[in-house]
């Protein structure tokens, strides 16, 4: 048994390496990291907030719908935008970013000298550019490049992706403004933003992105260690890929209206009370970015399945600002807890199946989440567990499955062994507590055993014919044979006209001698019925000795490898055999030892019969015959 287990466990570990590296190369374990990373952010951060300092104005739908009959459909004279830089001006404003790529030219040229006198007069206001794989048409790089261009060197550590083609706001805007940060995102295989590139590569030069031109627009002592980017209050981690995994807001970024803001400009101006008041946005960092669905601009995140890219942007500079951008763990750590868990989780499912074991076991995935939502938590980490929570389920349901099925077949075995020798109500019994019995192993047990014989049958078989010796035998047995089962007897064998049974084995009997005198009872009783119908069948009629004796036995399988038989042995066994031989010397058909009369005197009439001396045995023992009639 321990050896099979020992081939099970090697077996689970080995099916679930191979289905893990199988689902590892279907990106199966990255979705299921990713899904357990959203459902964290769903669930533990309801009411974190996102930084007040960052604030969103949004084109939305209302806008759209509204200025469409002032100023004609989107995309808007970029004057339009002329009286918003004021209004944020005036407000105290620290940063204004048009999440809005202007890299074509305008046809009214009254709104576009509009539009660059206003961002004359600011200092604080940056325009995005994107960077893509398009093939170039020219290969000159864009003239205000520097503006892009993050200064400081990058360690070794990164292998960022090469971009050749970069899109930048036209120059008679891009001359004015203070930066122009890259605005690219990807998202992961499965369509859903988690991650924002803090570093571009376009051709050789490195760019920062609109989070990153925050940070280096408010420090100068920026460090990298590794690929961790630090000052002294904030620290941006990132991967190899220049990439930092959002902590997301489910409550949201706070968010205006463009034409909210534009009508509070005008209130302003006629000398009413505005819409929004001025002090919202006094040192605040502000996104300019589209939410109307017909401008394409909706992602799919874990928090929203169509958030404006632009809150994207603000969510990566409120995580900046709060230093809640996610870490997540290093491969030594959920690896290793992979390989602990493959290796532990079948071992200590194999070793002792119950349920209190199977219960115990689901500690294991509990403390693992448990762990998980600790630090996603309180410390901003992300412990990367759908690998070692996979190899749980993996191995954990396999050998729950291997338990069962080797129970189903213990089972079965227990079943296939005594199904010739119990009832049925005995053999679910043993199907139940299959556990206890063990056959092939043995042992030593009290038992009470019954032998019965038919007397003078080897007469009675050359004075009939064959045909109605073998229908009386049938007759006779189906009768016996239903007779012991019904009384909790096992049928140990048939050996001719013979009956050996017992009693005490393979479950324990209560009052099994009492059970075992009884059942002869029945049989005398039953005995005399067939007589009388095979009488009425001109059949012969029979008679039969019955022999019960109490003692201890080896029971177990004995046998040969190619026929085995569940059985007893011992001097008990012999003493019964001739105690059934000493019928015929008596008018009695059933004979009691003393030590089953010692058992049950005292629930029926005994009567002493005789004190015989008995083959094997040196002093004479004592029999006794039943008088109850049952």
């Known amino acids: 048994m321990i050896s099979n287990k020992r081939m099970a466990w090697g077996a689970i570990v080995g099916m679930a390496l191979c289905l893990i590296m199988l689902a590892h190369q279907f990106t199966f374990i990255d979705r299921f990291n990713w899904a357990l990373r959203d459902q964290m952010a769903i669930h533990l951060r309801q009411q974190t907030t996102p930084s007040p300092q960052v604030k969103l104005i949004l084109i939305d739908d209302a806008s759209v719908n509204h200025l469409s009959d002032v100023i004609g459909r989107y995309p808007w004279p970029r004057g339009i935008y002329s009286p918003v830089l004021d209004y944020l001006k005036a407000s105290g404003a620290k940063h204004i970013y048009f999440d809005v790529l202007f890299s074509e030219e305008e046809e009214q040229q009254s709104s576009h000298d509009e539009f660059v006198s206003a961002l004359q007069m600011h200092d604080n206001i940056h325009m995005v550019s994107i960077v893509t794989d398009d093939y170039a048409l020219t290969d000159a790089q864009p003239k205000f490049l520097k503006k892009s261009v993050f200064p400081i060197h990058l360690p070794q550590d990164f292998k960022l992706k090469s ?84 902590n997301w807001y489910p409550m949201g970024i706070q968010k205006y209206s463009f034409s909210g803001v534009l009508s509070s400009w005008q209130s302003i101006q006629n000398g009413k009370v505005p819409l929004i008041d001025p002090t919202t946005f006094d040192n605040s960092i502000i996104i300019i970015g589209a939410s109307a669905v017909g401008l394409h601009d909706l992602k799919s995140t874990p928090i929203h399945s169509h958030l404006p890219g632009a809150e994207i942007q603000a969510t990566a500079i409120s995580n900046i600002l709060n230093n809640e951008l996610l870490r997540l763990s290093h491969p030594i750590i959920h690896v290793g807890v992979f390989i602990l868990v493959l290796f532990f989780t079948p071992f200590i499912t194999l070793k002792d199946p119950n349920i209190y074991r199977y219960i115990l076991t689901l500690l294991i995935p509990i403390a693992m989440v448990i762990a998980m939502c600790v630090g996603f938590k309180e410390a901003h980490y992300v412990l990367q567990f759908g690998l070692p929570l996979s190899a749980f389920w993996i191995t954990y349901i396999s050998a729950i499955g291997y338990n069962s099925f080797t129970e189903y077949l213990e089972k079965q075995k227990v079943k296939q062994t005594f199904s010739m020798y119990v009832s049925p109500k005995i053999l679910k019994e043993l199907s139940q507590n299959y556990k206890t019995i063990q056959p092939e192993l043995g042992k030593e047990k009290q038992v009470t055993i019954l032998f019965t014989d038919i007397r003078s049958f080897t007469s009675l078989t050359e004075t009939h014919p064959v045909e109605m010796i073998i229908r009386l035998l049938n007759d006779y047995f189906d009768a016996m044979i239903e007779i012991i089962q019904d009384n909790d007897g096992t049928v140990d064998k048939i050996i001719g006209d013979a009956i050996m049974a017992f009693w005490n084995a393979p479950i324990e009997t209560d009052q099994h001698a009492l059970k075992a005198v009884q059942t002869a009872l029945k049989m005398q009783d039953r005995l005399q019925h067939l007589n009388r119908h095979w009488a009425h069948q001109s059949m012969p009629t029979i008679e039969t000795g019955i ?84």
């Open 547 to 630: 022999g019960i004796n109490t003692g201890t036995c080896i029971i177990g399988n004995i046998g040969s490898k190619r026929r085995v038989n569940y059985t007893l042995i011992g001097d008990s066994v012999n003493a019964t055999a001739r105690l059934e031989s000493l019928c015929k010397n008596y008018s009695d058909n059933i004979l009691i030892s003393e030590h089953t009369y010692e058992k049950i005197n005292h629930q029926l009439s005994c009567e002493f019969i005789d004190k015989v001396a008995v083959k094997g045995k040196q002093e004479p023992i004592k029999i006794y015959a039943p008088r109850t009639n049952l």
């Open 163 to 246: 971009h050749d083609n970069m899109y930048t706001p036209i120059d008679d805007l891009a001359r004015h403004v203070a930066s122009i940060p890259v605005a690219t995102i990807h998202p992961d295989l499965d369509g859903r933003y988690r991650q924002i590139p803090m570093l571009h590569q376009y051709k050789s030069s490195i760019l920062m992105s609109l989070p990153l031109s925050v940070l280096h627009e408010e420090f100068s002592n920026l460090q990298f260690n590794h690929t961790t980017l630090a000052t002294n209050d904030f620290r941006i981690p990132m991967n190899t890929h220049g990439e930092a995994t959002l």
